[in-house]
């Protein structure tokens, strides 16, 4: 007699069984994947690599933190003790005091922090300044360099901000007004505060940033 019937009542009950163990792993996996949105539904979108994070790019906002952008402390925390009188100037970013987000994403948002005799500064400077600390953008207004250098002028006693591509000088203490070089305008200033021993924005830049004409 033939088995042929049992194995094909065999094979019937066996594919049975798998369709109904691949419709109840369906089944776990559509709820697993509603709950996964479920869960979701609250988190804000994860910043991919390569992607910015939100706020990265906007200019320095009123309330910004300031950290380091360069050196050893990049990323700490820029407090008025951390600051030489008389210069030099250390370089740093604005950061998002909420989401700690470091406005890096534009190279025009880089400053220029300083802190001078408050006795040095003209009515103006003194205004946006605190404790004689003063912070502008560390981009040329000429042709957009950074500016890099903290030296003595080439039409003076004192040490001035100075770009090496044109060799354009800023004065600090006026503003950072052009005393020497091909720069068309001063740098931007950004008011500054202080809370705690830590500085923060107090406004929006106070001119134009970046350079005049490309490099
Ligand atoms: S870009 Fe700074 S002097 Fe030309």
Same mark, same amino acid.
């Given at each position: 007699?033939?088995?042929?019937?049992?194995?094909?009542?065999?094979?019937?009950? *066996?594919?049975?069984?798998?369709? @109904?163990?691949?419709? @109840?792993?369906?089944? #776990?996996?559509?709820?697993?994947?509603?709950?996964?949105?479920?869960? +979701?539904?609250?988190?804000?979108?994860?910043? #991919?690599?390569?992607?910015?994070?939100?706020?990265?790019?906007?200019?320095?906002?009123?309330?910004?933190?300031?950290?380091?952008?360069?050196?050893?402390?990049?990323?700490?925390?820029?407090?008025?003790? *951390?600051?030489?009188?008389? =210069?030099?100037?250390?370089?740093?970013?604005?950061?998002?005091?909420?989401?700690?987000?470091? #406005?890096?994403?534009?190279?025009?948002? @880089?400053?220029?922090?300083?802190?001078?005799?408050?006795?040095?500064?003209?009515?103006?400077?003194?205004? #946006?300044?605190?404790? =004689?600390?003063?912070?502008?953008?560390?981009?040329?207004?000429?042709?957009?360099?950074?500016?890099?250098?903290?030296?003595?002028?080439?039409?003076?006693?004192?040490?001035?901000?100075? +770009?090496?591509?044109?060799?354009?000088?800023?004065?600090?203490?006026?503003?950072?007004?052009?005393?020497?070089?091909?720069?068309?305008?001063?740098?931007?200033?950004?008011?500054?505060?202080?809370? *705690?021993?830590?500085?923060?924005?107090?406004?929006?830049?106070?001119?134009?940033?970046? =350079?005049?004409?490309?490099?």
């Amino acid at each position: 007699m033939s088995n042929a019937p049992t194995n094909i009542a065999s094979s019937s009950s *066996d594919n049975i069984a798998e369709l @109904e163990s691949c419709a @109840e792993q369906t089944r #776990r996996t559509l709820l697993l994947g509603a709950l996964a949105t479920t869960a +979701c539904l609250g988190c804000s979108a994860p910043v #991919r690599a390569g992607e910015d994070a939100p706020g990265s790019d906007e200019r320095p906002q009123k309330g910004d933190l300031l950290v380091f952008s360069e050196g050893d402390s990049e990323g700490k925390l820029i407090k008025a003790a *951390d600051l030489t009188l008389g =210069g030099p100037p250390v370089h740093a970013w604005p950061q998002d005091p909420k989401t700690s987000v470091v #406005r890096s994403a534009s190279r025009l948002n @880089e400053l220029l922090i300083i802190k001078l005799d408050p006795a040095e500064l003209d009515e103006q400077t003194k205004a #946006r300044a605190v404790d =004689g600390i003063l912070a502008y953008s560390a981009i040329c207004a000429h042709a957009g360099c950074p500016v890099t250098a903290w030296v003595k002028s080439d039409v003076g006693d004192k040490d001035v901000f100075k +770009c090496m591509c044109h060799n354009s000088e800023y004065d600090p203490r006026e503003g950072a007004q052009v005393v020497y070089g091909p720069a068309p305008r001063r740098l931007a200033a950004l008011p500054l505060a202080l809370a *705690d021993g830590s500085l923060s924005v107090a406004g929006g830049f106070v001119g134009k940033v970046g =350079g005049a004409q490309p490099g």
